[in-house]
Structure formats: C-alpha cells, structure tokens
C-alpha cells in the first residue's frame, strides 16, 4: 500500500504520465499530487481559488495535467514544468466532470450533472 502524501486527501482518480509519475486528486485537499514511484516520493500542488474540489484528473500526451474542479465548475489545467494553473470555466451549472480523456490536441469531458460533453483544443 502506498500513503498520499496529504492526510485524509480523498484520493478520487489516478493517471500516469509518459515518464511514469502517478498523479492524483485530492477531493478533500483541493490538491494534485505527483508520485515517483522510483524514489518513492510526493509533490503537491493546491488549486487556485476557494476550497477546491478536485475530482478527475488526466495527463495529455505533452504531459500537462488536466484535472476537475467541482467549486470552480471548471477543468484546470497545470503546467508541471512551470508549476502554473489555467482554468476553463464549464458552460453549465453545475457541470460536475467526473472523467477526463483526450486525443492528440483535445481534452474531452463529460458533465454528468448537465448530460453534455465538453471539449477543450489547447493552444500553443
């Protein structure tokens, strides 16, 4: 068994990165945190804005993070290398992303409370 780094965290999803790092939500922290599993360490990062709640989370194939925020009706994007956050607001509420996936330059989700799909073609 493996121990979050935040106590009592409310892990929600998992996803690996191309370099083998696991990334994971923390609902109860409002955090993403990275493990290593070669050295078997932890880093952690919050969410911007007022007691996120974090819940889907997904590593592109540039392996920018994409993660769901149920407070901020958003996807967020993170930038590890930067250690920088991006947000898109959902276009309803409350839209509730409960799973993130994506192709080559799109990032898919789905809003479970409002019955649609969001789709986001990041630039740059």
């Known amino acids: 068994m493996i121990e979050p780094l935040t106590p009592g965290q409310g892990a929600r999803r998992v996803w690996a990165d191309s370099q083998g790092a696991v990334w994971v939500s923390e609902w109860n922290s409002g955090h993403v945190s990275r ?16 007691d996120p709640s974090t819940y ?4 592109d194939d540039t392996d920018t993070v994409w993660l769901s925020d149920f407070t901020a009706n958003a996807l967020v994007r993170f930038d590890p290398t ?7 607001r959902l276009p309803h509420q409350p839209g509730d992303v409960r799973q993130i996936l994506g192709r080559s330059r799109e ?3 789905a809003e479970s409370s409002a019955d649609h799909l969001v789709l986001i073609r990041p630039t740059g």
């Open 107 to 109: 990032v898919w989700g």
């Open 56 to 59: 889907a989370v997904y590593v």
């Open 35 to 50: 493990y290593q599993p070669d050295t078997g360490t932890w880093t952690s990062w919050e969410l911007p804005g007022d």
């Open 82 to 88: 930067t250690e920088t956050f991006a947000e898109f």
